[in-house]
């Protein structure tokens, strides 16, 4: 480690050794042979670790991690690649979970995230664009979650903060169909005819509890359907840095980058024994 990192790690939230070994030769893979090579990885992951966890500008960027321009847009560049998510699909493996649980969260947005009118469309057509919605809260984007047994992120996406959760049900079970479940947890509000016809095409059982308007009631398995709160766990982890916590970021995949990165750190910090039950 140079002598310019070992004075990094003494910041808060910097990436420890273990997690970065797992990292560095990641990053050095996705970013390929093309282009000028980076002089120091750890010190831009670094860097993005900071601003992650405590949501400052990035004019604030403490000048020990080099010029904040130059960061924010390398950080720009890989969300619009989608490195991030190349990075967290990575770090986590093969996943193949038995059992997975749907939901969602709503980030708050600060009132900076809504932009202008952008290429002669309206700036409610531009917000949803975005992924940015008006709800009783404000400008709101939500997150909608596949995770598995183990409380780790599985499959991801974003909409504006007045989607409905049943309407993309079917979409996020088949980005999650590629770990194989045995069976799906997903509360009420996912007891539509479409979610259930996405669930049984990817050969798994549907642990969703039925909705009183439903006239013949659909039974579930009671037993599984209580693992459903992992992905509400996820989600309090997924949250606890203010970059998450309240969206500052105007474009979708920055935004998105910011996700997979800290969907990336939350798996790093479980127990090591997890992590394996998870890549298995």
């Known amino acids: 480690m140079s002598d310019k990192n070992n004075e990094l790690s003494r910041w808060r939230h910097a990436p420890s050794d273990a997690e970065w070994a797992l990292i560095e030769p990641l990053m050095s893979g996705i970013q390929g042979g093309r282009g000028r090579p980076a002089r120091d990885n750890r010190r831009f992951f670094h860097a993005v670790c900071w601003i992650l966890q405590t949501g400052s500008p990035w004019r604030d960027l403490p000048a020990d991690f080099g010029k904040w321009r130059s960061i924010h847009d390398r950080f720009l560049d890989w969300a619009k690649r989608g490195w991030w998510t190349k990075l967290f699909e990575k770090v986590r493996g093969p996943a193949a979970a038995s059992v997975l649980s749907l939901d969602s969260t709503v980030a708050k947005a600060a009132p900076c995230v809504s932009g202008a009118q952008k290429r002669k469309k309206s700036p409610l057509v531009s917000r949803q664009r975005q992924a940015l919605g008006k709800s009783h809260g404000g400008l709101t984007c939500k997150i909608h979650a596949a995770a598995d047994e183990n409380g780790q992120l599985v499959a991801a996406l974003l909409t504006p903060g007045q989607a409905s959760d049943p309407k993309r049900g079917p979409r996020l079970c088949r980005r999650a169909a ?24 990817i050969g798994a059982l549907a642990a969703v509890p039925s909705k009183k308007n439903r006239k013949i009631p659909i039974p579930h398995d009671a037993c599984l359907y209580k693992k459903r709160n992992v992905v509400e766990r996820f989600f309090h982890r997924l949250k606890e840095p203010r970059k998450i916590c309240l969206r500052t970021d105007k474009l979708k995949k920055s935004f998105e980058g910011w996700i997979f990165v800290a969907a990336a750190r939350v798996f790093l910090r479980q127990p090591a024994s997890d992590r394996t039950a998870t890549q298995k």
């Open 178 to 201: 590629f770990s194989r479940p045995e069976a799906i947890c997903a509360d009420k509000a996912y007891d539509t005819g479409p979610v259930r016809e996405a669930i049984a095409k």
